[in-house]
């Protein structure tokens, strides 16, 4: 059973920074193919940014150049840099894996709010 554990969210102003941490435990998991995803309010989940086995990485347009996505395989954790935060960057985050062609079990997510 694979669990994640979403942290580093919170209240912030427009323009300030947050970092998201995702911590994994369980056998079954592989920290190759992950991505963080987010949910606003009254809208579908999307995804924001990924990152593949060999370290490349991508983003949704709507974040590009402000967010990086990284991770530490030692500590099982993956991150999400988020910089020059907007209003509509408010929404539930939550990791998973991304490309896999499946799931994990969600976790309860992080709540981020930024304030205009």
């Known amino acids: 059973q694979v669990q994640l554990v979403e942290s580093g969210g919170g209240l912030v102003q427009a323009g300030g920074s ?27 989940r999307e995804l924001v940014a990924a990152i593949t086995d060999v370290g490349s990485t991508k983003y949704a347009d709507s974040v590009k150049d402000r967010f990086t996505i990284s991770r530490d395989n030692a500590k099982r954790t993956l991150y999400l840099q988020m910089n020059s935060l907007k209003p509509e960057d408010t929404a539930v985050y939550y990791c998973n894996a991304e490309g896999l062609g499946h799931y994990y079990s969600w976790g309860q997510g992080t709540q981020v709010t930024v304030s205009s």
């Open 18 to 44: 947050l970092r998201l941490s995702c911590a994994a435990s369980g056998s079954k998991f592989s920290m190759n193919f992950m991505g963080w995803y987010r949910q606003a309010p009254g809208k579908q």
